[in-house]
């Protein structure tokens, strides 16, 4: 298996993954959604709320917040308290919210809570949990997906290359060599306009042991990071497996 980085920016990593299969691509795919512990906020204690906002919208809006998780720190179960107090008049931002731990912050520090008019006032009391996006999609610390490397098959004239090329959507194909090829793969969504505009001389065909994986951090954790823990996480299942089964088929 070789692995390199195609592209990279802002919260968001393409890795160009070959030599492998759809099922291993796939599993890593699930677990990194599914199965690796981030801090969202979970228990709320709303002591003052004169706000035109009900409590339960507000709860929503503070419940999906991404929250920085240190992994040696926060296990699976573990917990963490944070405040809001402010009063009014004042838009109550996302960064207004404390924590008890200054290693735990809110990612994105410019999200409206709820406004406040004069003498209006907020106060709650709040407990985060290190929990996984199985439980509930707070707790999903990136968007992740796979799709196919492609390639095209077949040849076309010079002259019928021009046209296939400037049918493609996201420009990314270009001819060398006497052959059309596709100059930024990560960007292909295998839409077909290329197919088309040959005429059926061009065929683009996913690859099955090569794969553009995108990962889109939501901030709590870094794309390494979560990369890394699902592994780990698929390494553990792997190996209870396998103590499981020893003895027990012959």
Same mark, same amino acid.
């Given at each position: 298996?070789?692995?390199?980085?195609v592209?990279?920016?802002?919260?968001?990593?393409?890795?160009?993954?070959? /030599?492998?299969?759809?099922?291993?691509?796939?599993?890593?795919?699930?677990?990194?959604?599914?199965?690796? @512990?981030?801090?969202?906020?979970?228990?709320?204690?709303?002591?003052?709320?004169?706000s035109?906002?009900f409590?339960?919208y507000?709860g929503a809006?503070?419940?999906l917040?991404?929250?920085?998780?240190?992994?040696?720190?926060?296990?699976? /179960?573990?917990?963490?308290k944070?405040?809001?107090?402010?009063?009014?008049?004042?838009?109550?931002? !996302?960064?207004?919210?404390?924590? #008890?731990?200054?290693?735990?912050?809110v990612?994105?520090?410019?999200v @409206?809570?709820? $406004?406040?008019?004069?003498?209006?006032?907020?106060?709650?009391? %709040?407990?985060?949990?290190?929990?996984? /996006?199985?439980?509930?999609?707070?707790?999903?610390?990136a968007?992740?997906?796979?799709?196919? %490397?492609?390639?095209?098959?077949?040849?076309?004239?010079?002259?019928?290359?021009?046209?296939?090329?400037? !049918?493609? @959507?996201?420009?990314?194909?270009?001819?060398?060599?006497?052959?059309?090829?596709?100059? $930024? @793969?990560?960007?292909?969504?295998?839409?077909?306009?290329?197919?088309?505009? #040959?005429?059926g001389?061009?065929?683009?065909?996913?690859s099955?042991? #090569?794969?553009?994986?995108?990962?889109?951090?939501?901030? /709590?954790?870094?794309?390494?990071?979560?990369?890394? $823990?699902?592994?780990?996480?698929?390494?553990?299942?792997?190996?209870?497996?396998? #103590?499981?089964?020893?003895?027990?088929?012959?």
């Open positions: 298996m070789n692995i390199k980085k592209f990279e920016e802002g919260n968001e990593v393409k890795l160009l993954i070959t /030599g492998t299969n759809i099922a291993l691509i796939n599993a890593i795919r699930r677990t990194a959604m599914s199965e690796v @512990p981030v801090l969202a906020i979970e228990d709320l204690a709303i002591h003052r709320n004169d035109v906002l409590d339960e507000i809006r503070l419940g917040l991404p929250l920085k998780t240190d992994l040696k720190t926060y296990k699976l /179960g573990d917990k963490v944070l405040i809001l107090k402010e009063k009014g008049p004042k838009m109550v931002l !996302s960064s207004d919210i404390k924590c #008890s731990d200054p290693s735990v912050e990612v994105n520090k410019e @409206p809570i709820v $406004k406040l008019r004069d003498n209006e006032e907020i106060f709650i009391e %709040m407990q985060a949990e290190a929990n996984i /996006g199985k439980e509930h999609v707070k707790w999903q610390p968007l992740v997906a796979y799709n196919e %490397m492609p390639k095209l098959e077949g040849k076309v004239s010079e002259r019928e290359a021009k046209e296939v090329i400037k !049918s493609c @959507p996201k420009k990314i194909l270009e001819f060398k060599a006497g052959k059309i090829i596709i100059e $930024k @793969p990560y960007e292909c969504d295998l839409c077909g306009y290329c197919e088309i505009a #040959s005429k001389k061009l065929k683009l065909v996913p099955n042991n #090569s794969f553009i994986f995108t990962i889109e951090t939501y901030g /709590g954790l870094t794309n390494q990071e979560i990369l890394e $823990k699902s592994v780990e996480v698929l390494e553990a299942k792997c190996k209870e497996f396998e #103590s499981e089964i020893k003895g027990k088929i012959k």
